[in-house]
């Protein structure tokens, strides 16, 4: 009976280890997403979390995909005359861009669920273009500003 018993406790105690990690987490979640951060920090820090599985659109999901239409958006600003970002679309986000060289790029972030790990770019004639060019990967990390601006010719 003893035995139970302390195994009744640990498993509150664990409980309570659960409750007090998800709310720091969610306490860090809410800090970044309100920081004055520039660039894609809060975009690439969504990214770092476990996408919940639906059929349906998730909140997670859709609150990445504002994020990352207006981190993106923010981003690429100085270098585009264009963006088209496509509507949400269970758990994947893609849209074209059109730089100020009239240079036109699909990309395409697959299935946040299992491959958030790099973005899908290529070239393309126009914003109907989903064939394009060859297909090149900018990896979803700290480097991935510099990369992409790299990759588009703008620095």
């Known amino acids: 009976m003893e035995l139970i018993q302390q195994i009744k406790q640990k498993e509150v105690e664990l409980d309570n280890l659960k409750e007090q990690y998800n709310q720091g987490i969610e306490r860090e979640r809410i800090?970044?997403?309100?920081?004055?951060?520039?660039?894609?920090?809060?975009?690439?820090?969504?990214?770092?979390?476990?996408?919940?599985?639906?059929?349906?659109?998730?909140?997670?999901?859709?609150?990445?995909?504002?994020?990352?239409?207006?981190?993106?958006?923010?981003?690429?600003k100085p270098y585009i005359k264009e963006i088209k970002i496509g509507k949400p679309n269970h758990f994947d986000i893609s849209g074209f861009i059109k730089m100020?060289?009239?240079?036109?790029?699909?990309?395409?972030?697959?299935?946040?669920?299992?491959?958030?790990?790099?973005?899908?770019?290529?070239?393309?004639?126009?914003?109907?273009d989903y064939s394009g060019g060859s297909n090149s990967y900018i990896k979803l990390n700290k480097d991935f500003e510099g990369t992409l601006l790299s990759y588009l010719g703008v620095r």
């Open 31 to 76: 800090a970044v997403l309100n920081s004055k951060s520039q660039g894609m920090v809060k975009s690439l820090y969504l990214l770092g979390f476990t996408f919940e599985s639906s059929c349906g659109d998730t909140e997670q999901y859709l609150k990445f995909h504002r994020v990352f239409k207006r981190d993106f958006t923010a981003l690429l």
């Open 100 to 128: 100020n060289n009239d240079n036109i790029y699909w990309f395409r972030i697959e299935d946040l669920r299992w491959s958030k790990d790099s973005m899908l770019i290529r070239t393309a004639k126009d914003f109907n």
